[in-house]
């Protein structure tokens, strides 16, 4: 097996497996007093600990959730009821994962002004595109770090930090789930107010998340109930896939330039074979995270030959995992050409892929061109 969809999920390493089948033998409750409810709580609290030190934050700024959407949902509607109440605009981008746009349409349909910001048409986002939408009336910027199609690196370092000092009220959200442990993120740094993460883009275990908040900012409590994560989301927490979380996360630190310089390499591999191969145009750019890379070979249906190399053992994407197959409407808005869009795989990395993996999918593209049939106009 070839793969190459990490961006949609990636496989669970060792360390985590283990941390997730130890918090399954200990299965304690963490609110219970007695010793095995002690065991499970520290493994809470560890895990708390690891995922705070790789973002510089302090672990009470840390709430486990059950995936980045829920994250971003909880971010997103908590400041729409607090600072909201007042200010009534919110400035996004045209490019954001659907746990992000989503809430940005619902939130326009219940009366708030939701400004979008395109690329320009060099495909590329500028601060101050950006930050002139905010105004005195905006109550949230929430600007994803890395685009999940195309790598995109958004300027969100050079955007947040300003932002804050011209309007100190407005709660700024960045959806990292592309970028952490990939980019070095850290919290100062980025100047982000809230910060969604996910443990299965990380080879860690799916169904667990996390949300940054910074100390001080008031989100409204997302479930109510037993009192667990400090009131802020009551509920028994999954202390197997919150340590699986923490194992991951630890497996990872101190390793992020070494494994960012592979892959690295990995893309620019692709970026060569493509450019060597008649009818195969590279989407993304060298400035894009090189852990995404989008391509479009020109004629065929991307679904088909998606199929046709999972048929060799070899696993990409079409687009966002969470599509499903329907057409990308973010594809367009960084200058892809509409005759491109039907016809868009999405290579996605980790630092366990190969260069000779990507020889094989090269060879198996130019082996579907001269088989399959071509997109009729």
């Not at 495909?123 to 199609?149: P, Q, R």
């Not at 074979?273 to 008649?278: N, S, V, Y």
């Amino acid at each position: 097996m070839i793969y190459f969809d990490n961006a949609a999920t990636t496989r669970p390493t060792e360390n985590v497996i283990s941390a997730v089948t130890g918090g399954l033998r200990e299965f304690g409750n963490p609110s219970s007093l007695h010793g095995l409810g002690l065991a499970a709580e520290q493994k809470r609290e560890h895990a708390r600990e690891v995922i705070a030190a790789s973002l510089g934050a302090a672990p009470q700024e840390i709430f486990f959730t059950s995936c980045a959407t829920e994250s971003s949902n909880t971010a997103i509607f908590g400041v729409s009821k607090t600072v909201g109440k007042r200010k009534k605009r919110i400035v996004t981008t045209t490019v954001e994962h659907p746990s992000v746009a989503v809430c940005a349409d619902t939130l326009a349909a219940q009366g708030f002004e939701v400004i979008r910001v395109a690329p320009r048409a060099d495909g590329k986002f500028y601060s101050e595109d950006i930050i002139s939408a905010v105004d005195g009336n905006t109550c949230l910027v929430t600007c994803m770090l890395v685009n999940n199609e195309t790598g995109t690196i958004l300027p969100v370092e050079e955007v947040f930090p300003k932002l804050k000092k011209l309007y100190p009220e407005v709660v700024l959200h960045c959806d990292c789930v592309q970028g952490y442990m990939k980019l070095p993120i850290r919290v100062k740094k980025l100047g982000a107010d809230l910060i969604s993460l996910s443990a299965h883009k990380i080879h860690g275990p799916k169904g667990i998340g996390a949300l940054y908040i910074r100390k001080g900012l008031h989100i409204p409590s997302f479930i109510v109930g037993g009192g667990q994560e400090s009131g802020f989301r009551s509920g028994t927490e999954s202390v197997p896939l919150i340590a699986g979380f923490g194992a991951a996360v630890e497996g990872l630190m101190g390793s992020i330039s070494r494994r960012w310089e592979k892959v690295s390499g990995l893309r620019d591999r692709l970026f060569e074979l493509c450019g060597q191969t008649e009818g195969i145009y590279i989407n993304s750019s060298r400035e894009c995270s090189p852990y995404i890379a989008s391509i479009a070979v020109k004629g065929l249906k991307s679904e088909v030959l998606l199929h046709f190399l999972e048929e060799r053992g070899i696993y990409v994407s079409s687009g966002s995992a969470c599509s499903k197959g329907k057409k990308s409407s973010v594809i367009a808005q960084f200058g892809i050409p509409d005759e491109l869009s039907d016809s868009v795989l999405r290579i996605s990395f980790s630092d366990e892929n190969t260069l000779s993996e990507i020889d094989e999918l090269i060879i198996a593209i130019k082996i579907a061109q001269s088989s399959l049939a071509k997109i009729r106009k």
